[in-house]
């Protein structure tokens, strides 16, 4: 009798063990069949990048904003200068450019971004002095202090005119290129050329270039201007868009005519000694939305962040 009690008890033990084996089995096959789902990562706020934190005066700005959310519109401000903003070729990325003008006050900014949703993003930048020399004026016989005072102020309402055009949308996609094949400054930006009271600053800079050298365009956009200005000799301006233009001076001959539409390379132009200039060169000046900035700076700014 005592046998038959532990035999069915041993029986028993054994149907416990089978079943809780069981039971872990089927839930093992469960946890492997059907996991349960991590949550998605959450989408990270929009990202802003810029050329750099500290500028110097007549700098360019480059300042991207990476996003995943979908915006229609994007718009800034760096202090009080406006910057407007072009959706680049990388889905979910925007571009703004920005001129630092040679008189910025060195200090502090807010760089502000607003974004079509609402949403405000912020970044601090400095602006920090850049020594501009004082170099002695060139002048000559018909090129006097006065004259030359004479003749930039003639040509002021004209450029004034053309610079306040304004095309709400980008004609580039690339970077920005060099207006010669070979480029040997010979009249810095920036430098303040005086002789006794007169004097005036050189708001472009001049590059080594005989006479009838090709002149490229530094990028795709519309011709605003190809006539003879006095001083600037003969001159031709190129609209880019978003109130960024190019400035070719002292040209011996124009390639190119107002009203058309210009691809980055294209020869614009021959470069010459036409205007005020003591040998021949090529004057290039950079504008953004009304500042003159230093042009090779700009080229190489916007190559290393569109290339």
Known sequence: MRLKIQVFLILIVMAILLFVLYQGIEFSKTSISSPTPFPEKSLSKPEVLVSSDILEQGDTLLVKVNTDTEVNKVSGELGSTKIDFFQSETEGSWVGIAGISPKQKPEEYNLVINLANGEELKKELT?????????????????????????????????????????????????????????????????????????????????????????????????????????????LIIDHGLGIFSFYCHLSEFKVSKGEKVKRGDVVALSGDSGYAVEPHLHLTVKINGSSVDPLRFIETIEEELE
Do not use: C, M, W
Not at 154 to 169: G, R, W
Not at 195 to 208: A, I, M, R, S, T
């Open 127 to 235: 602006i920090i002095e850049r020594k501009f020399p004082i170099v002695e004026l060139p002048v000559t016989e018909v090129y006097t202090p006065s004259k030359i005072s004479e003749t930039l102020s003639q040509a002021e309402p004209i450029l004034k005119q053309v610079f306040s055009v304004y095309t709400p949308e980008v004609y580039f996609k690339q970077a920005f290129i060099y207006p010669l094949k070979e480029i040997k400054i010979v009249g810095a930006y920036g430098v303040i050329r005086q002789e006794g009271d007169f004097g005036y600053q050189h708001l472009g800079v001049d590059l080594e270039a005989k006479v009838g050298t090709p002149v490229y365009a530094i990028n795709d956009g519309e011709v605003l201007l190809s006539e003879n200005l006095s001083s600037y000799g003969n001159t």
